[in-house]
């Protein structure tokens, strides 16, 4: 019997904060960390298999790849999901059968088309039926655990199948679930409330594996919370400064944990004596209402206005560098806010302060609440430090994104001076701690060099020679995680020009297609023809010279792409000549479909309904009824069955052909029933089917996408769907009429993002 061979992908992560790209560049890596849960799940294979893994973040996925393989398996976050999509989509085309995993999945698994098997949630209990059906070929599509296992069985991880000299670090897992339920975290939704932990064998074992295949450096521990069970996590610490200690502090640790750590003083003191160098908090707001709001009581204490200063500065005083995690646009932030997460940053000094914008992820209490109050607007992307909002917050959106703009611009300052500043402010108060030393690498000498050459001679030199000097003079101990904090400052900085610079590009694309699109409705009625090609000029010129400033990975899967946003604006100033007759007919037509009412009519003059098996009779060329006259809207409706690769007869254009006497003699002496069915007869003449976006005024729409056929040949089919104001039920109906069209959700889900970038 042949070995079946599996091949184990990682999709790629789009640029992002804790990416450390420019830095990886200074230290000559390709990723800051491994695939944890994909190596795990390859210590669930039986011996007789033969695996590969792909790290799409340090190596390309390559078409050998997938044709030496018999099973594809990924695993993904929210926001690996574009790249997931596009590994989906080279499996489907090389015949490869894909099964998907991971976070993404078990949120999203109705919106990720393509994939063969869904194995969600977590996976030590169904990933051996999955397999075992799998090679019977009787695998089901979805494998979902009926409970939480417990994780003492979670095998040693397969590391042995990555390139160790690829990444800057390694990472464990102790535990999963955390005891709070902040409103904006997915976590306890995922892994639960009570948190379960491996056992010291467990542990010392993964340990064990990294330092026998020779890992000196950091390792993360990837629990959410490493004190969600204190007491477990004391019982692991006390064996693990052991084992440490005895092989001379190999590895330098760190991991996420809950402010109050810094009252559990047995706690952090083990953590120290175990080799703990940094922690990650959720610090999110020095606003205490805002975190009440929330549900983030943990970071609230009675009487202590200062209590998340006092945290920070305790735990740094132990030894330990804290990040942390802070949020903007909570319900009960106002526009001071912005200057107190600035001031409390730098004078809490964390150097590595990741800011972001709320987002509602679903699945978490948040989402569920903002849905009910109807002010969810879109599905998160998962970077929650992209400029961009899919709620409608409390604070105007203007205020809040013009004021994240300017925490960004100050604590990533140009010349980095208030990095460095925060840099000194922590190494100044960082207590003692184990502080084996190691013998300097080549590759620390090297990074140390390009370090000096990149920012010793820019704009940041002045601050970054001030910090390197006094912490030599100072701290000399510590001169090595200063060097560290200056790469990772690079990177910083250039991560937050090219955030800035894509979220400028966006407005600027949004402004200067509505400019154009004004000035187009102003031609249409005469006398602003060379207003409009000079507007049509600039903004092209503005959105060339705001692209040129972003990086390759900036550009890539950037929404509005230059090309897009490019030919919009020249389908704006080309259809001036029938905007007037758009702008006349529309809301006749609208009304006509209106008083009918449509569907009823249509019923009682032969239309019938398909059945959702109707994929036989796909239309090759559509045109949309004119009921929607704004342009932006309009078009990126359009947009989308052009993106299906559906030819579309625009409305300017279907209008045109049938010309103004036409249209009059429809419409004269005509009741609304009988001016619908024969613009409809006249429209099927050159039509496959005609598209009719149901809006409140017209009704009827179902609340899902309707297809009806004519007995009468002379009659076209009409395919209705409903034009929700909200951006994320107006995806969910397009991608179901998307997928009818042409039986691929993902291009669908594609074709959507693409077109509505500007809608």
């Known amino acids: ?236 610490l006390h064996a693990l400064a052991d084992w440490q200690r005895e092989r001379g502090y190999p590895f330098d640790l760190y991991t996420e944990a809950s402010i109050n750590l810094a009252r559990l003083e047995p706690v952090l003191d083990a953590m120290v004596a175990a080799g703990f160098t940094m922690a990650f908090l959720g610090i999110e707001s020095p606003n205490p209402e805002a975190l009440r709001r929330t549900n983030k009581l943990q970071n609230t204490k009675r009487g202590d206005d200062h209590h998340l200063l006092h945290a920070v500065t305790a735990i740094q005083r132990k030894g330990i560098e804290v990040t942390g995690g802070f949020i903007l646009g909570l319900d009960g932030d106002g526009p001071e806010v912005f200057d107190a997460q600035v001031a409390f940053i730098q004078e809490a000094g964390i150097p590595i302060a990741m800011v972001g914008l709320l987002t509602a992820l679903r699945g978490t209490d948040l989402y569920a609440r903002l849905e009910r109050e109807g002010r969810l607007l879109d599905e998160s992307s998962g970077n929650n430090v992209e400029i961009t909002l899919n709620f409608e917050s409390e604070l105007d959106r203007e205020v809040l994104i013009s004021g994240y703009g300017r925490v960004l611009s100050t604590l990533y300052d140009e010349g980095l001076r208030s990095y460095f500043e925060r840099c000194w402010t922590m190494l100044g108060r960082l207590g003692d701690r184990p502080r084996p030393r190691h013998a300097v690498t080549v590759a620390e000498l090297l990074a140390l060099a390009r370090s000096l050459r990149r920012q010793l001679f820019s704009r940041q030199g002045p601050a970054y020679l001030k910090f390197l000097a006094r912490t030599l003079l100072h701290r000399p101990v510590l001169f090595d995680q200063a060097v560290s904090l200056a790469i990772k400052g690079l990177h910083f900085r250039k991560f937050t020009v090219q955030t800035l610079a894509a979220h400028e590009f966006r407005e600027a694309a949004l402004a200067g297609y509505r400019e154009v699109e004004e000035l187009a409705d102003r031609a249409a009625v005469g006398g602003f023809g060379e207003a409009l090609a000079r507007g049509a000029t600039r903004a092209r010129r503005r959105i060339r010279r705001l692209h040129r400033r972003l990086r390759p990975e900036f550009r890539h899967g950037l929404l509005p792409d230059r090309a897009w946003i490019e030919r919009a604006i020249q389908e704006c100033v080309g259809e001036v000549p029938s905007l007037e007759l758009l702008h006349r007919w529309a809301p006749r037509v609208r009304r006509w479909f209106a008083e009918a009412p449509w569907r009823r009519t249509l019923l009682a003059h032969g239309y019938e309904p398909v059945a959702r098996n109707w994929k036989t009779v796909t239309p090759h060329t559509v045109t949309l009824v004119p009921v929607v006259e704004g342009g932006t809207l309009r078009r990126a409706l359009e947009l989308y069955f052009r993106e299906l690769e559906v030819k579309v007869v625009t409305a300017t254009e279907q209008l045109s052909a049938l010309g103004h006497e036409r249209l009059e003699r429809l419409h004269r002496g005509a009741d609304p029933a009988a001016a619908m069915l024969a613009y409809l007869r006249e429209l099927g003449r050159k039509i496959d089917a005609v598209v009719v976006p149901v809006t409140e005024e017209l009704g009827e729409s179902g609340g899902c996408v309707q297809w009806l056929s004519s007995r009468a040949a002379a009659l076209p089919p009409v395919i209705a769907f409903p034009l929700e104001h909200s951006r994320r039920r107006l995806r969910a109906s397009l991608v179901e009429l998307g997928e009818l069209l042409t039986g691929d959700a993902a291009r669908a889900e594609l074709a959507f993002e693409r077109a509505f970038a500007l809608a």
């Open 1 to 236: 019997m042949r070995s079946p061979k599996v091949l184990l992908v990682y999709p790629a992560f789009p640029p992002s904060y804790w990416g450390f790209q420019y830095a990886l560049e200074l230290v000559g890596k390709g990723a800051s960390m491994p695939p944890l849960g994909l190596l795990t799940v390859a210590a669930m294979f039986p011996t007789h298999y033969q695996l590969r893994l792909v790290d799409m973040n340090v190596a390309p996925l390559t078409d050998e790849d997938l044709d030496w393989a018999d099973l594809v398996l990924t695993s993904t976050m929210v926001v690996q999901r574009r790249s997931l999509r596009d590994v989906i989509a080279r499996c489907n085309a090389r015949g490869r059968p894909v099964a998907v995993g991971g976070p993404h999945p078990t949120s999203f698994a109705d919106e990720i088309a393509g994939a063969d098997h869904y194995l969600l949630d977590e996976v030590e209990e169904t990933f051996p039926r999955f397999l075992a059906d799998w090679e019977a070929g009787r695998a089901a599509r979805v494998y979902h655990p009926e409970r939480k296992p417990a994780i003492i069985a979670t095998p040693v991880p397969r590391f042995e199948l990555l390139d160790l000299d690829a990444y800057t670090s390694m990472a464990l897992q102790f535990s999963r679930g955390c005891p709070f339920d902040c409103e904006f975290c997915d976590i306890t939704k995922l892994f639960g409330r009570v948190p379960r932990t491996k056992s010291n064998a467990q542990m010392l074992s993964e340990f064990d594996r990294l330092h026998a295949l020779g890992w000196r450096g950091p390792v993360f521990l990837v629990d959410d919370n490493f004190i969600g069970n204190k007491k477990e996590a004391l019982r692991l």
